[in-house]
């Protein structure tokens, strides 16, 4: 099922693409790996069955267009983003853990000084 729609995704990409793909600077790929509390699925299975495929869509991708390749998911998806730069993401978005981070260092850092 998940290489059906693989299959199916890339030659609708390849339509628009052969349209459109010179003249586009970001190309947006949405697919949430995650909530605010963590991965929606584990990371090992995520690199056995989604990651390969998203990296073919995406060097497909490449061969259409210059375009930076900007991946949309929610949530908490710190575990994921080595994965995502080695399939060639270039902007990710949104970055819930970076608020995470700030959050743990503000509670750390600053909240003992002002309580």
């Excluded at 729609?5 to 349209?19: D, G, S, V």
């Excluded at 949430?32 to 995520?46: F, K, N, R, T, V």
Aim: one cysteine or more; glycine letters at 4%; aromatic letters at 14%.
């Amino acid at each position: 099922m998940i290489e059906k729609l693989t299959e199916i995704y890339m030659r609708c990409n390849e339509h628009y693409l052969n349209k459109v793909g010179k003249y586009i600077d970001v190309y947006v790929y949405w697919d949430d790996l995650a909530g605010q509390s963590g991965p929606l699925i584990s990371p090992e299975i995520y690199r056995k069955m989604i990651k390969p495929r998203q990296k073919r869509i995406f060097d497909a991708v490449r061969k259409k267009t210059k375009a930076k390749i900007f991946y949309h998911t929610c949530g908490a998806v710190y575990e994921f983003i080595s994965d995502l730069i080695d399939i060639g993401v270039d902007i990710l978005n949104p970055v819930f853990d970076l608020f995470l981070i700030l959050f743990i260092i503000f509670k750390q850092v600053f909240l003992p000084k002002i309580l």
